[in-house]
């Protein structure tokens, strides 16, 4: 099993950055991608940027581009999320989670098998 704690959630003005973290545990060598999703109030979970743990291939939804980078830590099992010139439109409940499967891209959630609790972003205008 992969434990997955996010961390860097706040409240924060619109134009402002946070960065978000997700520190894994656990058998980490079966991870083959981290991924990152949010979810705002009423709307389904959407995919937002992904990356593959070995050769650091990034992947992002189109509307985060160029807005949000994901990195990561080797040495500390950890991948971040550096959100910026945030808008209320980025207001969500944001996820990390993994996936063994050895592709590219933007899979959605259900091929991820494990998640985090979540941190809470809000951006006030």
């Known amino acids: 099993q992969v434990q997955l704690v996010e961390s860097g959630g706040d409240s924060v003005q619109a134009g402002g950055s946070r960065r978000l973290s997700c520190a894994a545990s656990g058998y980490t060598s079966s991870v083959y991608a981290m991924g990152w999703f949010r979810q705002a109030p009423g709307k389904e979970r959407e995919r937002v940027a992904r990356?593959?743990?070995?050769?650091?291939?990034?992947y992002y939804a189109d509307s985060v581009k160029g807005q949000f980078t994901i990195s990561q830590d080797n040495a500390k099992n950890t991948v971040y999320l550096q959100m910026n010139s945030l808008t209320p439109e980025d207001t969500a409940m944001y996820y990390c989670a993994t996936s063994r499967l050895r592709i590219g891209g933007l899979p959605p959630a259900s091929l991820y098998n494990y998640w985090g609790q979540g941190t809470q972003v809000t951006v006030s205008s």
């Open positions: 990356m593959l743990v070995g050769d650091g291939n990034t």
